[in-house]
Each structure stands twice: as C-alpha cells, then as structure tokens.
C-alpha cells in the first residue's frame, strides 16, 4: 500500500511538471489574421465577442476572464461580475492593457485596427477568431477557443452538443415545402431600411431556419430604397431587439415600400434577442430552431426540440 501511495505520488507530480512543461512550451495556432501566434500563459484572458464569452462560459473558463466586450451579454453574469473594456468596435487599448491580460481574445471584426496594433506592439498574444457564418464555421470557432485555452477535450464535447443540436434543425429544415422570404432590418431611420445581404450572419440564420433571403442582389448591410423593397416582396420582416431602439412593427407596416409587400398585409413582423440571433455561438442551433417556428408554426407540432447542449456538461 505504502509503495502505491508513493507511486501515486511520483506520477502526480510527474503528470504536473509535464503539464508544466507544455503549457511553458506554448500553443501556437493560426488566426483571422494569418498570423501564427503563440500563447504561454491563458489565466488572464480578455474575451472581445460575445460568442466568445459564451463559448468561455460553456467550457468553464469564467475563472479565467479578468474583462469582456459589452456585446457578452450571455451568460448575463459576464458583464456583471467583470470588468467592461467597450464595445467590440470601439475597444481602447489602454481599457485592456490596464487588466494586465496575459491574453486577448477577440473576434474578426473586432477593433478598430489601430487599437489592435497597439495591443500587439504591447507583446500581450492576440488571437483574433475567424468569423465564418456557417454551421462548420461555428463548430471551427469552438474548437479553435478550446485550443488556446488548453481544454480541447471540452471543446471537443462542446462542439459535438452543437453539431448534434444543427443535426436536428436539419432534420426539422427538411420539413419545409415552401421557404417564406424573409428580410432582416438591422434598421430603419429617416424612413430608409438598412437590410442584410448575403455573407451576413443574418442571411446565414434565416437559411438555418429553412427560409430564404428576399435580398439575393448584394452582399453584407445596405441602405435600400422603398422600390427595392417593393420588388424583394418579403413576407416576413426579421430584427433584433435592441432597447428604446428597437424596430417597432407599426413603423414597418406603415412604411411606403412594405406597406406594399405581403409583409403589411399579413402583419408578418419578428424580433429577437441580437446575440442570440446573430452571434454564432452555442446557442445558434436553438435561435434557428426558435426563428423556424416562429416561420412556420406547424413545424411545432412535430415534438420538442431536445437542445443536447442544455444536456451536456463539457465544463471539467
């Protein structure tokens, strides 16, 4: 018994120093940047992204962050229990340096670019995340956060939750005769719609949800004018919810080019939360099967859509 206990021992101690001495030797990994960056020491992280933070929280890597973006909306304890370094954007070198972070994580699109380049003159790793609005891409992006932070075994039981729970939309997506035209408002000011193209994270959810988008002319966030809104004849309008901000519905119905599409006529009007919606994290596969519904409330009747990653516990 005495030899096992000091062999125990030995390999306890053995098993840390080679931990040590792979976490000393670094990870390196390739970015959003095409940069090869290396990373030695992941226990003060910065998380620039809302999907990022989320993906921290689901691995169990909130005891890591020492500050996060104002888009970490979820889970709501981010933004309550760390420090706020701005919006993605916006973000001030001198917020995140101030945090002494050993590491910055933070999504494409993230900035704006000189603050990047400060931040990389001050030495500390940045990873910027690849943001590809596609089912691999989401998947791509958990395991690349899983990697840095040491804890690919998690982020390989995270990703499998996600891909069981976009296998079900699927499943749920194939039921679909006839895809209703959705258009998403990012906003509407002065009476003119800013709407989302192609290559956009909204044109990417509302063909998860097994619609289509009514804007096929363009890609990325446009201003357009009422008689392009008039010929995408859009049944649905789609918009996030975003405060004292917030699209209203009797704007869009009474507005001169939906007021002539089946949008005003049928009062087809949706709105959900942004980060939900639109941040490709975990949760992306619900927001879909959520917006799916919402299209087509028959599709409801077919049973429950069981989340395998409200199931799944890939935070140890």
């Known amino acids: 018994m005495a030899f096992c206990r000091t062999l125990a021992r030995l390999l306890l101690s053995g098993g840390i120093a080679f931990a040590s001495a792979a976490h000393a030797a670094g990870i390196t990994v390739h970015d959003a940047r095409n940069r090869e960056v290396t990373v030695a020491d992941f226990a003060r992280t910065v998380s620039i992204g809302g999907a990022i933070t989320e993906i921290l929280y689901a691995l169990g890597l909130e005891s890591r962050l020492v500050g996060v973006d104002t888009t970490s909306l979820y889970p709501s304890a981010a ?8 919006y993605m ?14 590491l910055i994580l933070a999504i494409q ?22 943001e590809t609005f596609s089912e691999d891409g989401l998947i ?24 069981a729970d976009l296998a079900q939309l699927r499943a749920l997506r194939a039921k679909v005769t006839k895809p209703v035209r959705v258009m998403f408002v990012m906003s509407l000011q ?34 357009i004018s009422d008689e392009a809104i008039v010929a995408a004849r859009p049944d649905v309008v ?37 980060l939900y ?30 989340s395998a990653l409200s199931t799944a516990n890939c935070r140890q």
Request: aromatic share 4%; with cysteine; charged share 20%.
């Open 79 to 86: 933004l309550h229990d760390k420090p706020n370094v701005g």
């Open 89 to 102: 954007r916006q973000i001030s070198a001198e917020g995140v340096l101030g945090l002494n972070p050993t």
């Open 109 to 130: 699109g993230s900035g704006p670019r000189e603050t990047l380049d400060i931040l990389e003159t001050a030495k500390v790793p940045l990873v910027l995340v690849p």
């Open 140 to 163: 791509e992006k958990i395991r690349l956060v899983g990697h840095v932070m040491g804890v690919d075994a998690r982020a390989e039981c995270l990703s499998a939750a996600v891909a």
């Open 190 to 223: 002065n009476g003119r719609a800013m709407v989302a193209g192609h290559k956009t994270a909204a044109d990417e959810i509302i063909q998860l949800a097994g619609a289509a988008n009514a804007v096929d002319d363009y890609d990325g966030y446009k201003i």
């Open 238 to 274: 789609l918009s996030i919810e975003r405060g004292k901000d917030s699209l209203q519905a009797d704007a869009v119905y009474t507005h001169p080019g939906f007021a002539l599409t089946p949008v005003a006529a049928n009062k087809s009007f949706i709105t959900m939360d942004g």
């Open 277 to 306: 919606l639109l941040g490709f994290g975990p949760r992306t596969a619900a927001a879909a099967r959520d917006l799916s519904v919402k299209l087509y409330p028959a599709l409801a009747e077919g049973g429950a859509f069981t």
